[in-house]
Nanobody, 116 residues
Framework: QVQLVESGGDLVQPGGSLGLSCVAS????????LAWYRQAAGKECEWVAD????????YYADSVRGRFTISRDNAEHTVFLKLNSLKSEDTAVYYC?????????WGQGTQVTVSS
C-alpha cells in the first residue's frame, strides 16, 4: 500500500532553517509528482510546493517562494523540503502528498514550530 512518512519537524527560532523529508513506498515513485502542504492550528490546509516526477519543475506558494526549496531523490524514494528564513507564520504541521491511481495519499505529518 502507499505510504508516506515525513520527518524533520522541530522547534526553531525565527530566521532559522529546517529540513523536512518524506520517504515514499507502495507506488512507482519515479512516475509521480509530489507536493508539500501545511496546516496551522485552526486554519485550512495550505499548498506549499510541488515537484515534477523528474524533478525538473518546481512550483511554490507565494508565501514561501524564495525561502523554501523542494527537491527529490528518486533513487531513495524521498522528497525534501528545505525551509529557510522561517517566520512564526510558518508554524504548522507539514504533510507530503502524492496522487496515484486517481487517489490522493497523505503522510501523517511533521510539526514545525517557529518561536523564540
Amino acid at each position: 500500500q502507499v505510504q508516506l512518512v515525513e520527518s524533520g519537524g522541530d522547534l526553531v527560532q525565527p530566521g532559522g532553517s529546517l529540513g523536512l523529508s518524506c520517504v515514499a513506498s507502495g507506488f512507482t515513485f519515479t512516475m509521480c509528482g509530489l507536493a508539500w502542504y501545511r496546516q496551522a492550528a485552526g486554519k485550512e490546509c495550505e499548498w506549499v510546493a510541488d515537484i515534477s516526477a523528474d524533478g525538473d519543475y518546481t512550483y511554490y506558494a507565494d508565501s514561501v517562494r524564495g525561502r523554501f526549496t523542494i527537491s527529490r531523490d528518486n533513487a531513495e524514494h524521498t522528497v525534501f523540503l528545505k525551509l529557510n528564513s522561517l517566520k512564526s507564520e510558518d508554524t504548522a504541521v507539514y504533510y507530503c502528498k502524492v496522487r496515484w491511481n486517481q487517489n490522493d495519499y497523505w503522510g501523517q505529518g511533521t510539526q514545525v514550530t517557529v518561536s523564540s
